[in-house]
């Protein structure tokens, strides 16, 4: 893109004593991109967050982030940067509206998106003046959500944003991202929730014991893994053994006369082939989703050196 990258990693380590946070995690997320960073709880994504935003030091490697070093410019980049932590914690005896004005002067910036934030996320002026003491874990979420877009950052660190917020607000959730995304700004969104990332985001990281296993688009994720295909068989007795040949190997999950398998591409033609010859009442292929692919990928063995296989521009 020409641009210096929004976020950029070079062998960056993190270590507690001898327990591994990363390792020699290396990863440039461009200005202007969604950018999922995906892993199981424990595989080093809140480790990295913090970072990135300069919450921890670490053991070996560097970070640069909006071009600045998190922890030594950390004045110059809090005006630029908003973050919602997985583990968002308020001081209770604080109003909403307080809350709010404390962490406007942390970041040192102006907050002119505060009113309308509010607004389109359904924290009413009654709401923020009650302590936060009261508030459910949905509404101390949206406030944590206002505060890290309130002063419209370049760069948003979202570590599971979408925790216990109803369907409605996830729907503008996912419509500040799209607009963050067309104003140029850069969203680093952190999850487990598959479905909002492969939603949100265009490419991804994936990670497991704090090495990058792959980073790619979502879309060749997707292409690139396995297929779903459901298959309904007419005539089946009950209590006979229920098998569908050769397409057993695809370790089929079944209720009552239906299945379900993932089958790689390749393997596609030559597994439809068997499930005809059998009696098939219904049958359907779709592309995998991105759980399936996460999935396949954390069933692979994991690059030796921490480097990732891919990285998709």
Known sequence: MGETPAIELTRLSKRYGPVVGVESLSLAVEAGEVFGFLGPNGAGKTTTLRCLVGLLGPTSGHARVLGLDPLADHARLAPRLGYL???????????GAQTLDLLTALQRAPSPRRRELCERLDLSDRDLRRPVLGYSRG???????VQALQHEPRLVVLDE????????????FFALMAEAAGAGRTVLLSSHVLPEVQRACGRVAIIREGRLVTVERVASLREARARRIRVTLGGLRPGRPRSLGDADRWNPRWQGDRAELLVPPSDITATLRALLTLPVADITVEEAGLDEAFLDLYRDPAPPDGTAPGNAP
Do not use: A
């Open 139 to 145: 509404m101390k979420q949206k406030l944590g959500l």
């Open 161 to 172: 944003p979408t925790e216990g917020l109803d369907p409605l607000v996830q729907e503008t």
């Open 85 to 95: 932590p997985g583990e968002l914690r308020l001081y209770p005896e604080l109003t």
